[in-house]
């Protein structure tokens, strides 16, 4: 900006000059529009770069004018008859009447802190204050407003809301960009984007240049990403003195990021909502005629210490203790009109498990004797959602259409019916809301009455791009199940059902703990290098609450066995080509090397397949029949990944054939999952492209796809060090892993159906702990493969010599390096052979 006296100077010597000059062409008039970039100064003023002083100015200038224009616009808009509805609809939202108060304190504090109630106007007003009064103060133009948000579906249908608010078609002064698709103009002042794409372009440009005000929303989800972005820009904030920070968060926890950023001024929007009638377990129990009596037993359950610490599971004991309490409960009771599977279904209550059946009985019950309203029912994921919502479908009453708008809400719906979650359904019609818990804060539909809360939250495992780790469905926080319990007041009081006995509720913790502390920080770390912070250690010393050392240490272990880091945690060729695709840093190991070894199709699917979840269906009635399906397509293969890949290029065949439907019934596999398979094989191919990784020419980068053998060692170089050994003794098999731990096999896995499997090693995806600790999909691969294409590549004494990915990453375009491996495999194995026949064999001799 230059300063005020030297701009006027300026401005009398060229005044003359510059309006002749400016009116010179068309072009010009298209500059007094406020349409113009620098490159069209240069054409009408070819003499302007001889001073940048004056092509500061000509700059100056036309935002000036923009601004004059964007003034008369939003003053046109807000005197319409349209605009003065919804500014009257504004006006009665809770944050209107902090209005002036938060822009005072935001044009003298360079970072405050908001707090609200969900829907009190936090996300669609409050950036949109500071864009109104930046326009209406004339300097519209010059303001540059980035809103983050922790989901992509939230950045969109804000945007799209707040761009209705103003009267305005997305992309005009109001845009948004999420991975892979945005929507913004050169008009646009104000961006709703997700903390991912802002710490991308912190990575661009590390001061935010041009940036005037910073919005960071929902801190109090306490996602990585978010925790990560408060470090950097609470380092930006001393380079930036002009830079705004403003963060906004529903639950009243503030002062912890006050403190942060050196007691910050806070300012709480009051908000008004109805009361809410609680029902826990015992009380859903007792409205059908039983009384809880034993309560004692459930008290001394929920005060277990052991559980409150341990996140996802029950210890067996107390879940065995409260399983019989409800058992109990059940005998005594009526369940008129719950019907018996209720009963069924509550006789097998299950802390760990989510009850389908108990959810239906209170739908049921709702819908038969509850007042009209909408409900909004709380389930962990998708995975749940989709089966819960087959299984309403058929029911007479839910499942009838007149009666029932059955809709879901999670991350990856479609835009159609988004907009159906926010609209009032006809009337006599109940409109039920299946929900992640991205409904608890993120997302407000208006006309709720009734919330069902099954207590258990999961991060959302569809968005792979955003890199989130799969996670075990596991007890939500009492702040969460007060925010769930919230959304049923919004219009006039409600009722809450929590599937939980209230000691349970008792038992939960305050908070839930951060993202950053309960995740594997492999993507973090990775991200940490490649913005070239501090080391590592000490850039997360920075944090609100820093992780663990070990957790850290465990992530840099991990980066370096996987080739990312060096010796020296630096990062390498392979490191800093999957720092640019934001994916799992296993997952993007696998994709490179899927294009380096010229095998990408099959790979793409297996990747886009851990990515999204799991297609093969197991319905409880009929895992026989599921599993003989899903083993028809792994053909002595002994891998779940290629039964995947088969599964899915069936289904593609199929579709071609227009039997896409009849396929997935017959093969027990979801058609809504390979259909997410499908578009996330699309992005990653994109992603793949842009980090120049590919051409995306079909025949180089797949001439070696139907080696199998090959696509089973690219498999291996992705999940090492996921790796198990096969152990046979006498008639039966175990498995164990590189920690010496003892793991089975999941049930649905086709590796569970063998009494042997002739593969030495079995790699796998993901552990996952219940009682034991199993692993999900495998894939049985040799020695030789393990040797080749296990480890950091480069880093065992092995491959040492061939000196590998590292270099060979810009040389992949090279067809000969992949055919070189196969034989080089190939060779191995004979000599692998050679030696277990013959243990005399020197297979050093041997070996070229
Ligand atoms: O961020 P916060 O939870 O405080 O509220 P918001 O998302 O800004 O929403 C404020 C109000 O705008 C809600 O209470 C809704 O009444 C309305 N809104 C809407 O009608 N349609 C949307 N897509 C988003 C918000
Ligand atoms: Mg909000």
Not at 466 to 485: F, G, H, M, V
Not at 791 to 815: C, N, Q, R, S, T
Request: neutral net charge.
């Amino acid at each position: 900006v230059i300063p005020l006296s030297l701009q006027r100077r300026v401005e009398s010597l060229i005044q003359d000059h510059y309006d002749r000059a400016l009116l010179r062409s068309d072009k010009a008039n298209a500059m007094l529009e406020g349409n113009s970039t620098s490159e069209d100064i240069k054409e009408v003023r070819p003499d302007a770069n001889q001073g940048s002083l004056i092509d500061a100015h000509v700059m100056e200038k036309i935002l000036y004018r923009k601004s004059f224009r964007m003034k008369n616009l939003q003053r046109t808009w807000q005197e319409s008859p349209e605009g003065s509805k919804m500014l009257t609809f504004r006006k009665s939202l809770p944050a209107y009447r902090e209005k002036e108060r938060l822009l005072s304190a935001i044009a003298h504090n360079q970072v405050i802190v908001i707090s609200g109630e969900t829907g009190c106007g936090k996300t669609t007003q409050l950036p949109q204050y500071v864009l109104e009064s930046e326009i209406e103060s004339g300097r519209g133009a010059f303001c540059n407003i980035i809103c983050t948000q922790p989901r992509r579906i939230s950045a969109m249908s804000v945007a799209e809301r707040v761009s209705t608010e103003r009267g305005e078609n997305i992309g005009e002064s109001v845009g948004y960009k999420v991975r892979l698709e945005g929507m913004r103009g050169k008009d646009t002042h104000l961006l709703f984007c997700t903390s991912g794409i802002l710490l991308r372009k912190l990575l661009g440009d590390r001061n935010l240049n041009g940036v005037t005000h910073v919005f960071v929303d929902e801190i109090h989800e306490r996602g990585m990403n978010e925790d990560f972005l408060l470090i950097v820009l609470k380092d930006l904030l001393s380079r930036r003195k002009d830079l705004r920070l403003i963060l906004m968060s529903a639950t009243l926890n503030a002062e912890l990021f006050s403190n942060y950023f050196g007691d910050a001024p806070t300012i709480h929007i009051p908000g008004f909502t109805y009361p809410v009638r609680t029902h826990f377990l015992e009380d859903i129990l007792e409205s059908t005629g039983y009384k809880l009596t034993s309560s004692n037993q459930l008290d001394d359950y929920g005060q277990d210490k052991l559980w409150k610490t341990q996140r996802q599971l029950m210890p067996r004991k107390r879940k065995n203790q409260i399983t019989s309490l409800v058992e109990d409960a059940l005998k005594n009771s009526s369940f008129e009109c719950y019907g018996s599977r209720t009963r069924d279904s509550l006789a097998n209550w299950n802390p760990d498990c989510i009850g389908f059946n108990l959810i239906e009985a209170v739908l049921c019950h709702i819908c038969r004797k509850e007042r009209p309203g909408a409900v909004l029912v709380f389930m962990t994921g998708w995975d749940d959602i989709s089966c819960l919502r087959d299984q309403l479908k058929a029911h007479p009453l839910l499942g009838d259409p007149n009666r029932v708008s059955l809709l879901t809400c999670h991350g990856s719906m479609a835009t159609s019916e988004q907009k159906l979650i926010f609209e009032r359904p006809p009337p006599n019609v109940r409109k039920i809301v299946l929900a992640t818990n991205m409904a608890e804060a993120s997302i407000t539909i208006n006309d709720i009455v009734f919330v069902v809360d099954c207590g258990k939250a999961k991060e959302t495992t569809y968005d792979a791009l955003n890199n989130t780790p799969c996670l075990l469905p596991s007890w939500i926080s009492k702040a969460s199940a007060r925010q769930r319990r919230g959304r049923a007041g919004r219009v006039q009081p409600g009722e809450c059902y929590h599937l939980y006995p209230r000691c349970v509720y008792e038992a939960f913790n305050e908070y839930q703990l951060p993202e950053l502390l309960r995740t594997p920080l492999n993507s973090l770390c990775l991200q940490i290098k490649s913005l070239q912070l501090d080391s590592i250690g000490k850039f997360l010393c920075a944090a609100l609450q820093p992780p663990e050392p070990l957790a850290v240490q465990n992530a840099v272990d991990f980066l370096k066995m996987i080739g990312a880091l060096d010796e020296n945690e630096n990062l390498t060729n392979l490191g800093k080509y999957l720092s640019m695709l934001p994916v799992d840093p296993k997952l993007g190991k696998m994709l490179i090397m899927g294009a380096v070894f010229r095998c990408l199709d099959p790979i793409l699917t297996v990747v886009s397949g851990l990515s999204v979840r799991d297609p093969f269906l197991l319905p409880q009635d009929k895992k026989d029949l599921a599993g003989t399906a899903k083993s028809r397509f792994s053909a002595k293969d002994y891998s779940d990944h290629m039964a995947l890949v088969r599964a899915y290029e069936g289904w593609k065949d199929a579709e071609r054939e227009g039997s896409a439907y009849e396929y997935c019934w017959r093969n027990f596999l979801s058609a809504q999952t390979l259909q997410a398979i499908h578009t996330l094989r699309k992005q990653f191919g994109y992603i793949l492209k842009d980090a120049n990784l590919v051409d995306l020419d079909a025949r180089t980068c797949n001439s070696l796809s139907h080696n199998q053998s090959l696509v089973r060692a690219i498999i291996c170089s992705g999940l090492f060090p996921g790796i198990a050994s096969v152990v046979h003794r006498e008639s039966s098999m175990s498995f164990k892993t590189m920690d010496d731990g003892q793991v089975l096999l999941y049930a649905n896995s086709v590796n569970a159906k063998y009494q042997t499997i002739p593969y030495p090693w079995l790699v796998f995806g993901e552990k996952v702990k219940m009682n034991t600790v199993f692993i999900r999909d495998s894939t049985g691969v040799s020695d030789s493969i393990v040797m080749l294409f296990g480890g950091a590549l480069g880093k065992g004494e092995m491959v040492g010599h061939l000196k590998m990915l590292d270099g060979y990453i810009d040389l992949f375009m090279d067809p000969s390096l992949a055919e070189c491996f196969v034989q080089l495999k190939e060779e191995l194995d004979k000599l692998i052979q050679k030696k277990l026949e013959d243990p005399t064999v020197d297979i050093h001799k041997e070996g070229k």
